[in-house]
């Protein structure tokens, strides 16, 4: 018996984020011990990415202190173009972000996003107080990281993470591609 099995602490090839899975003993019903104990990464696991951190990050010059309402997401599977629409809509067109073609990219309802562990960029919000900078570029990007750790053909070149952030929702973007933004009028 290993020892990993006598400490009933056997961890999971793939684990899971914490929310889908219970890090307690797994037991099958009618038996006295349990089949297998599943070990899945706390919140202090996924979340303790020290060296990352976020910077604002401007796709266009003379961008307005407002924050998104939402972010419109068209993909083909390998190329992405989000169009970011203001809060404010009398006083700002929307832009839109032309990624190029990517590896990844993922949306997380604002409370469910594991991923970002450092302080955001902040601006200032007549009512909400302090609230963060729509775009952001992750530095030093844990998520990046895992990704070119599972596929070593995608090591060497440069990857940038970039999110779009709403009153909603958060994307995430994975890309070597050289970005292109316009602001739509209309």
Request: contains cysteine; negative net charge.
């Amino acid at each position: 018996m290993t020892a990993a099995r006598r400490s009933g602490k056997i961890p999971a090839i793939f684990p899971l984020p914490a929310p889908l899975i219970d890090t307690t003993r797994l037991k099958v019903t009618g038996r006295s011990r349990p089949l297998a104990v599943i070990q899945g990464p706390t919140d202090k696991q996924q979340m303790d990415c020290p060296s990352e951190t976020l910077r604002r990050w401007e796709p266009l010059g003379d961008m307005p202190e407002q924050m998104l309402s939402t972010v419109d997401v068209m993909s083909n599977g390998t190329t992405l173009i989000a169009i970011a629409h203001y809060d404010d809509t009398a006083t700002s067109h929307p832009v839109r972000l032309d990624f190029g073609t990517v590896e990844a990219f993922k949306i997380y309802e604002e409370f469910s996003d594991p991923v970002i562990s450092s302080a955001p960029p902040m601006m200032r919000h007549p009512i909400l107080g302090n609230v963060p900078w729509p775009f952001q570029e992750v530095v030093d990007s844990h998520w990046v990281r895992t990704v070119l750790a599972r596929n070593a053909a995608l090591n060497g070149r440069a990857w940038q993470h970039f999110t779009v952030v709403t009153v909603d929702v958060i994307l995430h973007v994975m890309t070597d591609s050289p970005l292109k933004a316009e602001r739509i009028d209309g």
